[in-house]
């Protein structure tokens, strides 16, 4: 690969995720990368690099403070036109990495994939959010000298999810449910909730912890509400009806389309803050253990899961009831996502992929997955 | 990718694998099909197929019946000539396909790589065999302007186990140790004879049935050997050795360094035929008995399985006993593979791949799967 031009990668949002796929870029032994890291943009600063730049090694223990230091804006309109020239005029070959989970960065996406600018992205609002945003990247990406755009990392962060889903579909199988455990936040509710007992600790106690050691989001309701769940569905679904031999399913106008039975109590809709939310949960308490209590005399457990069901055409997500020597009762642990395949060939017995789905360090490894598969 | 140049495909060998293979190829609807079917070769003879060839849809059905009666012999050094000529004069981008298990065909790779003929093959032989023949294929593939080798398939059949991990490896992560239920005839015979329980059916009564249901090689020493774990082993070892990063693993001269410890008694070695092996395996299931039930008072099941021990630098293949809540126990059904990685990110808990791991469907979209890579 060294004896190879370099691919340029430009990247937008340096965060957990961001900083952490830096990192990991950085760390590639500098004759076998393919790759060429040319800019970095936060939500303020921009800082371009050139040939005279510090080499990797030094550049991974120094970009934080070039970045902080440097005196360019964050323009994405600069940014925009400096990829187009090197595609266009150079005949460069660029990857633009989205590690933010901006609206406004994934609105830019067809731009982008319509000059021949690469995109890869752990940042679901572009698959998930409103139909046409995705039918452009669809069509722009697809066009001659178009861009090509990644996001396995929005489904399961560094599992092989998508790349599995696509090749499935490639070669010809056809899908006839997904089902899985899709939010890491959720799995460890439902592993330390629902065990198959009566009893076990009460509903908003495992929230509480769950809020403490940093697994959900500041306001645990953001979790709850399943949009997560509903948004990775979303991009599943959208993937299943982009091959041409699909299928039953149907369009989505967004991540709002799919049937989601939300866990927040109707009472604590709206509720602004994350520390009132947990002070009104356990009133609750009691519904969530009638429905525990209800699973174990049936034998089963409860756990948040999605499904695509393409034979009954419908996405769904909802705490549904598993037999406890289903995987998702026994083989689940932490915050582990899995996501089983029933497809034509993997029938009666599925494809299952399993693991942590959630983390900056798995969330940056399926983004530079991405990258390696431009390579 | 229709507007843009096919790939253009050989195919060498058509049995189950290969028919499937083909017809999964030749199923890719045309328009968007970024592939070309341009011979096929079985053991005895050759199929040249040129742009007055029928269309896909009719070379479907109609393949086997043309090869039968071409008057072209088998001839691989022709074959060799006419795709060298393609990829050096016309500069057409070309893959060969090799679905048999032949040693010689193996040893062809490096002849094609060199050449910039890309090689896509389930044939275990090439990377499982001797060293010099692997790092050939290395040394041809990774020169400028050979050929890519991709080999999916030869692990898990289409399951993503070779690119998952070559996606742990290539983005930095530390593999630790790879643990798994790694042949399907192993799978099936362990999940019936050992379910934790301290009685159950005959050890050569499983065999028996194993060998019905045509899970096993007609011959089922041929499994029993654990050989083709040990092959699965290294080619997986290898993929990790050749990473620059890489580690304290040993280099294995051939899979016969695995560390294997075979179910055939010894006093059954060397038997000649299966119908003779399964009349006298009866003798010996006592021995297999004893094992179930000491595993059984531990709380365990035996599972055959593979190790790829990085970390205590070792590879190994043979019976392990596992708790009866360990997913090798509960998760794992018919004759599924299992393939649990366990490295830095993913740590405590592992990364987990699982489903079907033979069977020529499966097996097929794994090459399938290989070729997509390359467009």
Redesign the interface.
């Known amino acids: 690969m060294s ?1 190879q031009k370099p691919l340029l990668v430009a990247v937008v949002g340096v965060g957990l995720v961001g900083s952490e796929f830096i990192s ?1 870029l950085l ?3 500098s004759p ?1 990368s393919p790759f060429k890291l040319i800019s970095l943009t936060s939500s303020k600063r921009t800082l371009t690099l050139n040939p005279t730049s510090p080499p990797a090694p030094q550049l991974k223990s120094e970009w934080k403070s070039l970045l902080s230091s440097s005196s360019l804006p964050a323009d994405l309109q600069s940014l925009t036109q400096r990829l187009t020239t090197l595609v266009s005029q150079d005949k460069e070959r660029v990857i633009l990495v989205d590690n933010t989970s901006s609206d406004a960065v994934a609105a830019l996406y067809p731009t982008w994939l319509a000059q021949g600018i690469n995109v890869v992205t752990p940042n679901k609002k572009a698959y998930s959010g409103d139909v046409q945003l995705w039918k452009d990247i669809l069509e722009t990406s697809s066009r ?1 000298g178009g861009g090509r755009f990644l996001n396995e990392s929005t489904v399961g962060a ?3 999810v998508i ?2 889903l696509k ?2 579909l ?4 056809k899908i006839i449910k997904i089902e899985g455990v899709f939010s890491g936040t959720m799995s460890y509710i439902f592993n330390e909730f629902s065990t198959g007992n009566e009893d076990g600790p009460a509903f908003s106690a495992v929230v509480s912890v769950a809020r403490e050691k940093g697994y959900t989001e500041p306001h645990p309701a953001d979790d709850l509400n399943g949009f997560d769940v509903a948004r990775k569905l979303t991009i599943l679904s959208r993937i299943i009806s982009s091959f ?2 699909s299928s039953s399913l149907p369009t989505l106008q967004s991540f709002a389309s799919v049937k989601t039975a939300s866990l927040i109590p109707p009472e604590l809709e709206g509720i602004p803050t994350g520390d009132e939310f947990l002070a009104r949960l356990p009133a609750h308490d009691a519904q969530f253990a009638k429905l525990r209590e209800d699973a174990s005399k049936e034998g089963k457990v409860l756990r948040f899961v999605g499904v695509v069901d393409v034979q009954g055409g419908e996405v769904r997500a909802g705490l549904e009831k598993y037999p406890t ?1 289903h ?1 998702f009762a ?2 689940l ?2 915050s ?1 996502n899995i996501i089983m ?1 029933h497809t034509e ?2 029938s009666p ?8 789905g959630a983390g900056a ?2 969330t ?2 399926g983004v ?2 991405d990258l ?2 431009l390579v």
């Open positions: 004896s990991q760390s590639i032994p076998y001659q560094g599992l092989p790349s599995t090749e499935l490639g070669t010809g199988d041409p031999t020597t995987p026994t083989s642990g932490g582990d395949f060939r993997y017995r599925p494809l299952i992929v399993q693991g942590a360090a798995v940056a490894m530079l997955g390696l598969k």
